[in-house]
């Protein structure tokens, strides 16, 4: 597509259910990142892929957390037993081959509200 | 592991003022530097980037930033801003290494334009 592509762009769930966020990212983009955006925080990293290397998970917060990214394309960021404190902007991004300082193009966001 | 703080978290001008949003930067090496604007409802925008050679560096919409090591300082400046300018800014540093590839992110700055 065009762009970086992320769904639902909102999201409304109970305490203690389980969600699923998609991210479709620029075709041939190898590179896909996660970030989490708190009310009034920055950007925090979460997990970042590489085509077929390990992905990094050192930014998730906790095991309740996990990513995929299938096929080398579209990523869902799956959050377990959701906490209020899991509300925040979810943000993916995509670059072309994931060298070191190379743009980002983000997605818009899914907004995630925990009741 | 790096680290950026924007001291001012929001900051008022009028339009056709000038503009600076500071950002300070913690890494031990020369860093990738990056601005990236938020607008309303949109995903985040790259302004511009700094990997070496000259340190004044020229962006879209009007942007410029300058790397100062002694400082330890990637601020962003404009001239004179317009309405459309009313936005979240994000600076972010990248390590120049292989394996770093993640993008660690200021806490953001909210520009209110005032008419």
């Known amino acids: 597509g065009a762009g970086v592509s992320q769904s639902p762009s909102n999201k409304v769930t109970e305490k203690g259910k389980d969600v699923e966020l998609r991210c479709d990212p620029i075709?041939?983009?190898?590179?896909l990142y996660w970030y989490r955006q708190s009310l009034g925080q920055g950007l925090e990293f979460l997990i970042y892929?590489?085509?077929?290397?390990?992905?990094?998970k050192s930014g998730l917060p906790s095991d309740r957390f996990s990513a995929e990214r299938t096929g080398g394309s579209v990523s869902t960021l799956t959050i377990q037993r959701t906490q209020q404190e899991d509300s925040a902007v979810y943000l993916c991004?995509?670059?072309?081959?994931?060298?070191?300082?190379?743009?980002?193009?983000f997605g818009s966001g899914t907004q995630l509200s925990v009741l | 592991a790096q680290s950026v703080t924007q001291p001012d978290i929001h900051i008022t001008v009028s339009e056709g003022a000038s503009l600076e949003l500071r950002c300070n930067y913690s890494?031990?090496?020369?860093?990738?530097l990056f601005w990236y604007v938020q607008s309303p409802g949109q995903g985040l925008q790259l302004l511009l980037k700094?990997?070496?050679?000259?340190?004044l560096v020229q962006g879209i919409k009007g942007f410029e930033a300058e790397f100062k090591r002694s400082q330890s300082s990637f601020n962003l400046r404009k001239p004179s801003v317009h309405w459309s300018d009313a936005a979240e800014y994000f600076c972010?540093?990248?390590?120049?290494?292989?394996?770093?590839?993640?993008?660690?992110f200021g806490q953001g700055t909210r520009l209110t334009i005032n008419p």
């Open positions: 075709s041939g983009h190898t590179a």
């Open positions: 991004a995509s670059s072309l081959s994931g060298i070191t300082g190379e743009k980002l193009f």
């Open positions: 972010a540093v990248g390590a120049n290494r292989q394996g770093a590839q993640k993008l660690v």
């Open positions: 700094y990997f070496s050679g000259d340190t």
């Open positions: 892929f590489q085509g077929n290397s390990a992905p990094d």
């Open positions: 890494y031990g090496a020369t860093p990738y």
